[in-house]
Protein backbone atom coordinates (compact mmCIF):
# COMPACT_ATOMS: atom_id res chain seq x y z
CA UNK A 1 0.00 0.00 0.00
CA UNK A 2 1.34 3.39 -1.11
CA UNK A 3 1.34 6.00 1.65
CA UNK A 4 2.45 9.43 0.93
CA UNK A 5 2.69 12.51 3.63
CA UNK A 6 3.28 15.98 3.03
CA UNK A 7 5.41 17.92 5.31
CA UNK A 8 6.39 22.09 5.77
CA UNK A 9 5.16 24.85 6.76
CA UNK A 10 1.58 25.85 6.92
CA UNK A 11 2.14 29.73 6.72
CA UNK A 12 4.74 31.76 4.17
CA UNK A 13 5.39 35.37 4.06
CA UNK A 14 5.16 37.09 0.66
CA UNK A 15 7.85 36.59 -1.53
CA UNK A 16 9.62 33.67 0.26
CA UNK A 17 10.51 30.24 -0.68
CA UNK A 18 7.63 27.64 -0.21
CA UNK A 19 9.38 24.30 0.57
CA UNK A 20 7.77 20.86 0.96
CA UNK A 21 8.12 17.47 1.14
CA UNK A 22 6.39 14.40 0.38
CA UNK A 23 7.44 11.30 1.93
CA UNK A 24 6.44 7.80 0.25
CA UNK A 25 6.42 4.40 1.95
CA UNK A 26 5.27 1.25 0.08
CA UNK A 27 6.53 2.13 -3.24
CA UNK A 28 10.10 3.51 -4.37
CA UNK A 29 10.02 6.24 -6.47
CA UNK A 30 12.39 4.87 -8.51
CA UNK A 31 10.04 2.19 -9.98
CA UNK A 32 9.84 2.25 -13.58
CA UNK A 33 7.78 4.32 -14.88
CA UNK A 34 6.63 6.11 -11.95
CA UNK A 35 5.75 9.69 -11.85
CA UNK A 36 5.44 11.49 -8.51
CA UNK A 37 3.26 15.22 -8.60
CA UNK A 38 2.76 18.20 -6.90
CA UNK A 39 -0.55 19.27 -6.95
CA UNK A 40 -2.54 22.61 -5.68
CA UNK A 41 -5.75 23.17 -4.82
CA UNK A 42 -6.78 26.75 -4.35
CA UNK A 43 -10.08 27.95 -2.93
CA UNK A 44 -12.44 27.78 -4.86
CA UNK A 45 -10.37 26.34 -8.14
CA UNK A 46 -10.32 23.49 -8.99
CA UNK A 47 -6.48 20.92 -8.72
CA UNK A 48 -3.66 22.52 -10.52
CA UNK A 49 -0.58 20.40 -11.55
CA UNK A 50 2.37 22.22 -10.58
CA UNK A 51 5.13 19.75 -11.27
CA UNK A 52 6.51 16.23 -11.72
CA UNK A 53 9.18 13.94 -11.04
CA UNK A 54 10.03 11.07 -13.05
CA UNK A 55 11.32 7.79 -11.66
CA UNK A 56 14.43 8.41 -13.53
CA UNK A 57 14.85 11.81 -12.47
CA UNK A 58 13.58 14.11 -14.95
CA UNK A 59 11.41 16.91 -14.06
CA UNK A 60 8.62 18.54 -15.58
CA UNK A 61 6.84 22.01 -14.73
CA UNK A 62 3.64 23.73 -15.51
CA UNK A 63 4.23 26.46 -17.86
CA UNK A 64 2.83 29.12 -15.67
CA UNK A 65 4.85 28.61 -13.00
CA UNK A 66 8.15 26.80 -14.11
CA UNK A 67 10.14 30.09 -13.71
CA UNK A 68 9.27 30.00 -9.95
CA UNK A 69 9.15 25.84 -9.61
CA UNK A 70 12.13 23.46 -8.55
CA UNK A 71 10.91 19.69 -7.83
CA UNK A 72 13.49 17.52 -6.21
CA UNK A 73 14.22 14.02 -5.07
CA UNK A 74 16.20 12.26 -2.57
CA UNK A 75 16.01 8.63 -3.18
CA UNK A 76 18.14 7.34 -0.10
CA UNK A 77 14.92 8.64 1.83
CA UNK A 78 12.20 8.16 -0.77
CA UNK A 79 11.20 11.52 -1.22
CA UNK A 80 10.81 14.63 -2.97
CA UNK A 81 10.38 18.56 -2.46
CA UNK A 82 8.74 20.80 -4.00
CA UNK A 83 10.16 24.59 -3.61
CA UNK A 84 8.23 27.53 -5.01
CA UNK A 85 9.23 31.01 -4.96
CA UNK A 86 8.29 34.61 -4.88
CA UNK A 87 5.26 33.22 -2.92
CA UNK A 88 2.08 35.68 -3.36
CA UNK A 89 -1.24 36.03 -1.52
CA UNK A 90 -2.61 34.01 -4.50
CA UNK A 91 -0.44 30.55 -4.04
CA UNK A 92 -2.43 30.40 -0.81
CA UNK A 93 -3.89 26.60 -1.68
CA UNK A 94 -3.79 22.66 -0.34
CA UNK A 95 -0.75 21.62 -1.57
CA UNK A 96 -0.69 17.91 -2.42
CA UNK A 97 1.77 15.05 -3.89
CA UNK A 98 0.45 12.59 -5.61
CA UNK A 99 2.00 9.21 -7.36
CA UNK A 100 1.26 7.25 -10.52
CA UNK A 101 2.35 4.70 -12.81
CA UNK A 102 2.84 4.57 -16.16
CA UNK A 103 3.20 7.33 -18.59
CA UNK A 104 3.86 11.02 -17.58
CA UNK A 105 0.50 13.10 -17.17
CA UNK A 106 -0.19 16.73 -16.16
CA UNK A 107 -3.68 15.81 -15.41
CA UNK A 108 -4.15 15.34 -10.99
CA UNK A 109 -7.34 13.03 -11.74
CA UNK A 110 -4.59 10.21 -13.18
CA UNK A 111 -2.37 10.18 -10.42
CA UNK A 112 -3.71 7.16 -8.34
CA UNK A 113 -1.62 8.12 -4.86
CA UNK A 114 -1.99 11.33 -2.57
CA UNK A 115 -1.25 12.28 0.55
CA UNK A 116 -3.76 14.06 2.82
CA UNK A 117 -2.87 17.50 1.70
CA UNK A 118 -1.39 20.53 3.15
CA UNK A 119 -2.69 23.57 3.57
CA UNK A 120 -0.27 26.37 2.66
CA UNK A 121 -1.50 29.86 3.93
CA UNK A 122 0.92 33.30 2.43
CA UNK A 123 0.74 36.44 4.81
CA UNK A 124 1.17 39.76 2.61
Known amino acids: QVQMQESGPGLVKSSQTLSLTCSVS??????????WAWVRQSPGKGLEWIGSVSYSGGVFYTPSLASRTAVSRDTSKNRFTLQLSSMTPEDTAVYYC????????????????WGQGAQVTVSS
Open 98 to 113: AGHGGTMTTMPYEYDY
Open 26 to 35: GESITSTYSY
